[in-house]
């Protein structure tokens, strides 16, 4: 009786919210300030507004969307990059990138976003068996001790540093978080880039060890460690799963949600600490001293790191505007790039560039691609393919996702640490489209469990 109230409750309250920013976007409409192009652009935002939050008031009211599962992180992103960021834009005139102006091509783009959005609902609520919350203790999954946890841990942190130091980063750079040290000439080498994918490996065994040990100094030490090496590679996107990680264990492992002041707090907190990456990201590509908030910590400072992440829809556009008439579709070149991807540098000198930056610099121009500009999912699926690669990616994409509440739903100690490290990656599945890069970022975090079952093996002497 109670779950069924909270559920009323929590659709009333996303009703009321859903009703409120319809009403405010009718309200600020585009004024006789706004060309034709522009309000065109904006009805058709408003109705895919309406379309896409009109389907996820209805997953909360049906389906009692839980906060921590992955519908939710991914809704979330997909409104704040297709809808909420494109109309403040509109609202200042900048739906543009580099001089190319995107309106004309926005009511397009943001059909075949609304009808992608729907296949990826679809794809998500398709009629399967549904499991519900056990409320038992954990499933045992044998797990190892922690004096094993913490050699595996600093072989992977060991293969990050050496990844780093390839690059031409000092060691003294390093653990120095910039402050000493320098960065040599060899920027560009990426013979051994391969093993910063053992990044997500190292986070799911620091994630372990902060579960299993007793040890306060042994987490301090090594928590300050991952986050040094996370702060120099100015790596947002793995500092996003360090803290959000334990947040998502803590409240899965009981089946609640987190309190909306501390979510705030903490919301803040991790604001502060991604814009002070986000002002030194030049100095630490060059190996300069890092600086701290000299100008003052604003309201634009502590946004401006989601600037580069929400502005993708522009990518996205450039993409609808180009892609088929005057480039033709890629047909799974980014996929297959799968393949490439596994053979380091050290081994094939010449592999190829990655086709994501050919298909960004498509889009968008040489600035694009010099700049590092990122792509949403959604549009890797659309200049592979066209609207047939978005409608079924889209699909297959919420078919997959929905079966990752299974590591929730029928949880082990290792399956809740392994699905909070998933939930906040896939921030980088959704805003930065690159399936070869993305997919091997998975399959590492992996690799701790891998070992285990190895380890596991060898001592009952199955091996």
């Not at 297709?82 to 783009?109: C, E, S, T």
């Not at 045992?140 to 990050?160: E, H, K, T, Y």
């Not at 500092?239 to 919301?267: C, D, E, F, Q």
Request: charged content about 15%; hydrophobic content about 50%; glycine content about 6%.
């Amino acid at each position: 009786m109670q779950r069924t109230l909270n559920v009323r409750k929590s659709a009333c309250g996303a009703i009321a919210i859903y009703l409120i920013i319809g009403a405010l976007l009718l309200i600020n409409m585009p004024d006789s300030s706004y060309s034709g192009e522009e309000k065109k652009l904006f009805f058709f935002l408003f109705a895919s507004y309406t379309i896409v939050c009109g389907l996820v008031v209805l997953a909360i009211a049906r389906h009692r969307l839980y906060i921590f599962e992955p519908f939710s992180i991914i809704a979330l992103l997909y409104i704040s990059i297709f809808l909420l960021r494109p109309i403040q834009d509109l609202y200042n005139h900048q739906v543009v990138f580099a001089g190319v102006d995107l309106v004309n091509v926005g009511p397009k783009a943001t059909s075949i976003f609304t009808m992608g959005f729907i296949c990826f609902y679809l794809g998500y609520y398709a009629k399967k068996k549904r499991k519900t919350f056990k409320d038992e203790t954990l499933l045992n999954d044998n797990p190892q001790s922690v004096g094993i946890l913490v050699i595996m841990w600093f072989v992977f942190f060991a293969f990050c540093i050496i990844s780093m130091l390839s690059q031409g980063i000092s060691m003294s750079y390093i653990f120095s978080i910039g402050q000493q040290g320098d960065k040599i000439s060899n920027e560009n080498s990426t013979v051994l880039l391969f093993l910063s994918n053992f990044a997500t490996s190292m986070l799911v065994v620091w994630m372990m060890i902060m579960v299993r040990s007793k040890s306060k100094v042994l987490k301090l030490s090594l928590s300050l460690l991952t986050l040094m090496y996370l702060v120099v590679r100015n790596a947002r996107w793995l500092v996003l799963i360090m803290v959000l990680a334990p947040i998502v264990y803590y409240y899965t492992k009981r089946k609640k949600s987190p309190n909306a002041l501390w979510t705030a707090i903490l919301g803040v907190i991790a604001l502060v600490v991604f814009a002070w990456m986000q002002m030194n990201r030049y100095n630490i590509s060059v190996g300069r001293e890092m600086k701290w908030f000299s100008g003052g910590l604003t309201l634009d400072v502590l946004v401006s790191p989601l600037d580069s992440d929400l502005t993708t829809y522009t990518t996205f556009y450039g993409m609808v505007k180009n892609y088929p008439s005057i480039y033709p579709y890629m047909l799974g070149q980014t996929f297959i790039y799968v393949f490439v991807l596994l053979i380091p540098r050290a081994v094939w000198p010449m592999k190829p560039d990655n086709p994501v930056r050919e298909m960004v610099e498509n889009s968008l121009g040489s600035v694009a691609r010099t700049q590092g500009r990122a792509v949403p999912n959604i549009g890797e699926f659309y200049a592979n393919f066209g609207l047939s690669g978005v409608s079924v990616l889209m699909f297959l994409f919420g078919y997959i996702s929905s079966k990752l509440k299974n590591l929730y739903e029928m949880p082990s100690e290792n399956r809740l640490i392994i699905y909070s490290v998933l939930y906040p990656l896939m921030f980088q599945w959704v805003a930065r489209g690159n399936f070869s890069g993305n997919c091997y970022y998975t399959i590492f975090a992996f690799i701790p469990l891998l070992l285990q079952s190895v380890i596991k093996r060898v001592n009952r002497g199955t091996i």
